[in-house]
């Protein structure tokens, strides 16, 4: 059983920029790390369906929903410390949601942005953009 736990978000304004980080407990007593998972971010905005934002594959490699967040969000880990980030810049309202991280530990094909193939989740976090 893996657990997600992410970081407190926050009230930003327009431009503005934050880090969300999404931590894996549970890996210490197993001999896996935050690398033996693909973890995608979500996010769903009041009134609208949940949202791929991006997310990165077992091998590091990271991917992004260019329609929504274009080159402002940028998504990394650090395995020491079973965590992955997401760097977001120059905000705006529309990015208001709640964000979501998820781990695929499967190992089949990683569909990133179907939502439902995804084994674990974080409680989300509360991002509002001010205009």
């Known amino acids: 059983q893996v657990q997600l736990v992410e970081s407190e978000g926050g009230l930003v304004q327009t431009g503005g920029s934050l880090r969300l980080s999404c931590v894996a407990s549970?890996?210490?007593?197993?001999?896996?790390?935050?690398?033996?998972?693909?973890v995608g971010w979500f996010r769903q905005a009041p009134g609208k369906e949940r949202e791929f934002v991006g997310g990165i594959s077992k091998f590091g490699g990271t991917l992004y929903n260019r329609d929504s967040v274009k080159d402002r969000f940028t998504i990394s880990r650090d395995i020491a410390k079973n965590t992955v980030f997401l760097d977001m810049n120059n905000l705006t309202p529309e990015d208001t949601g709640v964000y979501y991280c998820?781990?695929?530990?499967?190992?089949?094909?990683?569909?990133?942005?179907?939502?439902?193939?995804?084994?674990?989740w974080g409680q989300g976090t509360q991002v509002t953009v001010s205009s």
């Open positions: 998820a781990a695929y530990a499967g190992r089949g094909a990683w569909d990133a942005s179907n939502w439902a193939g995804y084994d674990y």
């Open positions: 549970e890996l210490t007593f197993s001999r896996h790390t935050i690398s033996n998972y693909a």
